[in-house]
């Protein structure tokens, strides 16, 4: 990726009260995708690695389908800076679904099956492959290495995040309640230099829902009718007039904090289209 531009960004560390106590500038390379109409599609470099999926059983407020917690391989990939906006969706689409408008807001009241439709018709246009992330991509981008509940730290607050603010996780402060969505760009990064992974809208996977990680794959695939069956774009399109459950990640502006944890898991059928679901479009290297 070294011929790739990069762009400078800076992340935040917060303290247990959700006081900001440390700042950090970093960069990230990306490749940008014209769309039309001054449309553009960025996508961050994400570098391979590997890290623990799942939640510790120490963590507040954690679920049972967040376990067993169980090493994962991912390989380098690109991943959508921001959730498909709603001048994105436009622009390849020709029609905006959204609830709550604003070109800049991510695109909802899209299904699962309609984010496979977008994949498909933005390879076309481009010649490139697009497709939606695995879980364990997700939860590997989201995380940049940390460790904590959210890449933050121990807490989030509505500065950081747009979620229900009548709600705390452990000492976090009460915040706002916007009760809708908002710009994808306002709140600050991740150490990858992705941004609106907490809240907002929830985002799809490419997985079926599975309760728990027994026997799940281990080398970042996206866990389908088999175990490592390919989560290619053609093997998506195969499946778009099949009803069936579909991760969600990342909370909403909805939803409680505790919805916006790295490990936190959701899920809805694969036909509904909400106010509050959205998606993050891949590519592979």
């Not at 940008?32 to 961050?44: F, I, K, T």
Request: charged content about 25%.
């Amino acid at each position: 990726m070294l011929d790739h531009p990069f762009f400078e960004f800076e992340i935040v560390i917060v303290n247990a009260k959700g006081e900001i106590t440390q700042r950090e500038q970093k960069s990230a390379h990306y490749q940008s995708e014209n769309l039309g109409n001054r449309v553009g599609l960025e996508m961050v470099f994400i570098p391979g690695g590997t890290f623990l999926m799942g939640s510790p059983e120490t963590e507040k407020n954690r679920y049972r389908d967040e376990s067993p917690q169980h090493e994962v391989t991912v390989k380098p990939f690109l991943m959508g800076k921001y959730p498909v906006t709603q001048a994105q969706w436009q622009a390849v689409m020709g029609h905006n679904p959204s609830y709550f408008k604003g070109d800049n807001r991510p695109v909802e009241c899209v299904s699962w099956h309609d984010t496979v439709d977008f994949c498909k018709r933005l390879s076309d246009k481009t010649g490139q492959a697009y497709r939606l992330p695995s879980e364990a991509e997700w939860e590997y981008a989201c995380r940049a290495g940390t460790t904590t509940p959210f890449y933050f730290g121990e807490t989030i607050t509505t500065d950081l995040a747009n979620y229900d603010g009548d709600y705390t996780y452990a000492s976090g402060p009460k915040g706002f309640f916007r009760k809708e969505t908002t710009d994808v760009n306002r709140f600050p990064p991740n150490g990858f230099g992705l941004y609106d992974l907490y809240g907002n809208v929830w985002e799809w996977c490419a997985d079926l829902w599975h309760d728990n990680y027994n026997e799940a794959p281990t080398d970042g695939s996206a866990w389908l009718e088999e175990k490592y069956e390919k989560w290619t774009l053609e093997h998506l399109i195969s499946k778009n007039q099949v009803k069936s459950k579909r991760l969600l990640r990342g909370g909403s502006f909805y939803f409680n904090p505790n919805s916006c944890r790295s490990a936190n898991r959701d899920k809805n059928m694969s036909n509904e289209r909400v106010r509050i679901c959205c998606f993050r479009a891949c590519l592979d290297l």
